[in-house]
């Protein structure tokens, strides 16, 4: 079978090194390249961790390119609270000796989707501040592409606030751009985020292994489950993971907006949850068409196994 090219642009972050990993491990995806954005730490720091954690899986020949260094409107809001001092975990270890790709993620996206031979699954799993720039610089590039599968929102509460998800709150404006650019879209957000987890006892298998993939995520878990608890969870893997076993998750699709008032509901991701009535006059709608294919369920045990399978060639 043809492996899908995909694109991760990413804020790495705990759970973005956890799907990057995946991405490059996984023997159906091809990762064709990683854009760096402004998120969950600012964008040098994610691009020196991006570059650990390539490093770290044996996949140094990966372009990696630096993008937006703060929202489209509005400040950056870090999440060192979550994610660590370097946006990392704070682990030790060499930096790596890489250098980041002379294109800006927008050209780099540009180019890679281009000159793929079969249409390229983009996921982001950060602020939508590098796709945004991307539609609207390119936006017949965009239109070749398979999809967009992004880590973000939800159909039920926030988390950055009581009404927004960090990725979309980050960068409201940036988000309305992308679920209104026309390209398909399937929103993995916080109604099946936390779900999948590994426990201590799973990181410590891990940094047994004899694969330094493996042992890297170990201890990306173990020095997280000291800091915050357990068990940690996959968070932004589940994006990539949807991609390859979509089976494994259920989904809906809605009418979504982003909300972009300055109120408390900045950055929630509306969905229009309402039952389809056969009514005279049509109840308003938010979009024209349920844009959005939604995430709401998944079969937790099998996601788990998928990852802890492809991370550590000898898990089983
Ligand atoms: O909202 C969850 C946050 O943690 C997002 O930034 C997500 O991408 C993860 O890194
Ligand atoms: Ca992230």
Not at 33 to 51: I, S, Y
Not at 110 to 124: K, N, Q, Y
Not at 195 to 201: E, L
Request: net charge negative; aromatic share 6%; glycine share 8%.
């Amino acid at each position: 079978m043809a492996r899908t090219p995909v694109i991760l642009d990413v804020d790495t972050g705990i759970d973005d090194a956890f799907a990057l990993l995946f991405a490059v491990r996984h023997p159906d995806l091809e990762l064709l390249g990683v854009t760096c954005v402004d998120g969950n730490t600012n964008v040098d720091q994610v691009v020196a961790n991006t570059l650990k954690v390539l490093d770290a899986a044996g996949a140094g020949n990966i372009p990696v390119s630096r993008g937006a260094v703060r929202p489209l409107l509005g400040q950056s809001h870090y999440a060192e609270y979550v994610h660590g001092a370097d946006g990392m975990g704070d682990l030790d270890g060499p930096a790596s000796y890489r250098r980041v790709d002379q294109r800006g993620a927008v050209e780099l996206l540009r180019d890679l989707i281009e000159s793929s031979a079969t249409p390229v699954a983009l996921v982001p799993l950060a602020p939508l501040t590098n796709i945004a720039l991307f539609l609207r610089s390119f936006p017949e590039t965009a239109k070749k592409l398979q999809g967009i599968v992004l880590m973000g929102g939800s159909a039920s509460a926030g988390n950055a606030t009581p009404a927004a998800e960090f990725n979309i709150w980050h960068d409201p404006e940036a988000a309305a751009i992308v679920f209104q650019s026309g390209v398909p879209i399937t929103m993995y957000g916080l109604d099946v985020f936390m779900r999948p987890g590994i426990s201590a006892a799973e990181a410590e298998r891990l940094q047994g292994s004899s694969d330094p993939a493996a042992v890297f995520a170990g201890s990306l878990i173990s020095a997280f489950i000291e800091r915050i608890g357990s068990p940690v969870t996959l968070g932004d893997a589940g994006a990539v993971m949807a991609v390859v076993a979509p089976e494994l998750i259920s989904f809906q699709n809605f009418d979504v907006v982003v909300d972009t008032s300055a109120g408390p509901a900045r950055g929630q991701t509306i969905c229009d949850r309402r039952p389809r009535l056969e009514l005279e006059i049509e109840p308003l709608r938010l979009a024209d068409s349920a844009n959005v294919r939604v995430a709401l369920d998944m079969d937790v045990e099998a996601i788990r196994q998928l990852w802890l399978e492809t991370i550590d060639s000898h898990w089983n």
